[in-house]
């Protein structure tokens, strides 16, 4: 469409300018165009020892081929792969050679015998519109009425009309079967397997956890009690509810007074899913009291409610309000008190 | 390094203590003691041991641990710390250190096995501690499959999935475990040398320990399955790697293919 209102400069005046109907203005370009390159005769063309020699190498590359195919044979049979695991190595790595010798054989081969041996001229070929002719058009126009007339398209409007109908409902049945793959969310981005009085256990052995059991400085990988034991959706259940556990100095533990009972003696349980995009967060320092995602480097203080001190997470880690109970094993006072890992819209 | 750890820990047992008997008047509490760790009688070592350690210990760790121990500006309380602590500070060269800095590296020993017992002695004497572990659980002859799944969940996140190291943060690293004696391997989880958390007999056991020091004794004698390993370091070393050489050759193909002959 631009192309009409396109004021073209005359082809004689050479590099004018050209003003299209908005506000662009096309300088002309510093540069000549240099046209094209003279023709170089190959060494090939002049001297037809260099010609021989060029056949000679292309031959040689075929059989490198060659060579590379039976190579591969050889290799198949020479390095079985067999129980060991480490016989894969000598299998996959000897197999690779001799097919890449004898695929890249044939392709180097057959570049070389066309850039050295096979005719050589340049052609020109000048670019076309993509506009097509007059006369294209007219017949173009002349083909669709044709065709509206024999079938009789604008005259049968009961065709028509319901044709147009059939066509705006065939997607519907698609719409309705894509919008019920699979079931709804619901609630379980907000919820996790942890629930008043589930014991904290260690992963993956689901051997519950004693306070007295965590030491200073130790760091526990807790999953949920019974989540080995999990029938279905057991990997959801555990991207959602790992916990890291650690047990700090009470007096290095700076606690928001609202929050002062979720920790347990010194004991402090916190999500491992990372709050920037879920990566398992458990790179805990013992001194520093950091923990650290591996993924982009966040990095969280476990003092301070995992507050983020550096990287990219947006947000705390959720903490896991923790007790113990009778036999003194370490419990979930509740579910985390806001979904876990990474930021979602509705959150 | 330690001393915020081992010198206040008479404090927070008193306050939970208090906190034990507030729990226990409200009904559903339970007092809770904050160590269970794996401890030696001082008794294992000879008075004459002691003793021979404690002068090496003033000759070359009291400037910083204290002439009794008990820490100083420059370096953590030895108290409690255990013979374990001792034998893999000592035995990896980490100690004595050379300079401050965010980790003190690995590096050539400075003392005979005997002089590093000896001083193992002199501070497991000073309170109980972690013990140098007993020679049936350095074996590797465990089970490297569970080995290698407590690995996966305890310690790959920093050391990396075969133990080639990794960084963590403000110029502190997990460092790489290949060639690592077993005793150290078990003594740095019982002890939690540097900002390593501790990893106590209650977590993992010394059976589990075991297992563990398999799979790396595993993983050290047979080589990635894949090929060439660029360090095991993963997508840092694989990305360069393919970044320089693979779209290098693409390139160079691609110039040759559009090149003419001469």
């Not at chain 2, 963590?168 to 391997?185: C, I, Q, S, Y």
Request: net charge negative; charged share 20%.
């Amino acid at each position: 469409m631009a192309g009409k209102d396109l004021e073209k400069g005359s082809e004689a005046e050479g590099f004018e300018h050209e003003f299209e109907s908005g506000l662009a203005v096309i300088p002309p370009d510093k540069i000549k165009d240099p046209g094209l390159e003279p023709h170089r005769v190959r060494m090939t063309d002049k001297f037809p020892k260099k010609a021989k020699n060029a056949e000679v190498q292309v031959a040689a590359l075929f059989m490198v081929s060659v060579v590379g195919s039976f190579f591969a044979l050889w290799a198949y049979v020479a390095f079985p792969i067999t129980e060991d695991l480490s016989t894969v190595r000598a299998n996959n790595l000897f197999l690779g050679l001799g097919m890449t010798l004898s695929l890249l054989g044939i392709g180097i081969g057959a570049v070389h015998w066309a850039k050295t041996l096979m005719p050589d001229f340049e052609v020109t070929e000048a670019r076309h519109q993509t506009r097509g002719s007059e006369e294209v058009r007219a017949r173009a126009v002349e083909i669709v009425k044709l065709a509206d007339s024999e079938s009789g398209f604008s005259r049968r409007k009961l065709i028509r009309r319901t044709l147009y109908g059939a066509l705006a409902l065939f997607p519907l049945p698609a719409l309705i079967v894509f919008g019920d793959l699979g079931p709804p969310v619901g609630n379980t981005l907000r919820q996790t397997m942890w629930k008043a009085g589930t014991r904290l256990t260690k992963d993956p052995t689901g051997i519950p956890i004693k306070a007295s059991d965590v030491t200073l400085g130790s760091v526990f990988h807790v999953i949920p009690e019974g989540l080995s034991e999990l029938k279905e959706h057991k990997l959801e259940e555990k991207a959602k509810a790992a916990v890291l556990l650690v047990r700090l100095n009470q007096l290095d533990l700076k606690e928001d007074p609202e929050k002062t009972g979720w920790s347990y003696d010194g004991i402090v349980a916190y999500s491992k899913i990372c709050t920037h995009v879920g990566c398992p967060v458990a790179l805990y320092e013992q001194h520093t009291h950091h923990l650290l995602c591996p993924c982009h480097q966040s990095t969280f203080d476990v003092t301070e409610h995992c507050k983020v001190v550096f990287g990219p997470a947006a947000r705390p880690l959720p903490q896991l309000p923790i007790s113990v109970d009778a036999e003194g094993y370490l419990i979930a006072q509740s579910d985390f008190l806001e979904p876990v890992g990474p930021s979602f819209w509705e959150r | 390094m330690k001393n915020r750890f081992f010198r206040s820990r008479r404090k927070p047992l008193a306050a939970s203590l208090v906190i034990a008997a507030g729990l226990l008047f409200s009904g559903g509490g339970y007092a809770v003691a904050t160590n269970v760790v794996t401890t030696t009688a001082a008794t294992e070592y000879t008075a004459e041991q002691i003793s021979e350690g404690r002068k090496l210990f003033l000759a070359n760790c009291a400037s910083c641990h204290g002439l009794n121990a008990e820490g100083t500006a420059a370096g953590p309380s030895m108290i409690g710390v255990g013979a374990a602590s001792v034998d893999f500070q000592v035995g990896t060269g980490r100690m004595p250190g050379q300079a401050s800095g965010p980790q003190l590296p690995k590096k050539k020993v400075q003392f005979t096995d005997e002089q590093i017992l000896l001083m193992a002695a002199y501070v497991a004497s000073l309170a109980p501690g972690p013990a140098i572990p007993e020679d049936k659980y350095l074996e590797a002859t465990g089970d490297a499959t569970h080995g290698g799944e407590l690995f996966r969940i305890n310690c790959a996140m920093c050391h990396n999935a075969v133990g080639a190291a990794g960084a963590l943060t403000e110029g502190r690293w997990a460092p790489n475990l290949d060639g690592v004696e077993a005793k150290h391997v078990y003594e740095a989880m019982l002890t939690g040398p540097q900002n390593m958390p501790v990893f106590n007999d209650a977590n993992i056991t010394p059976e589990d320990k075991q297992d563990i020091i398999t799979y790396l004794a595993y993983i050290e004698e047979n080589p990635s399955a894949g090929g060439f390993e660029l360090g095991s370091l993963g997508p840092v070393a694989e990305g360069l790697f393919i970044w320089i050489f693979g779209l290098g050759l693409i390139i160079a193909i691609t110039v040759w293919l559009g090149a003419k002959s001469n």
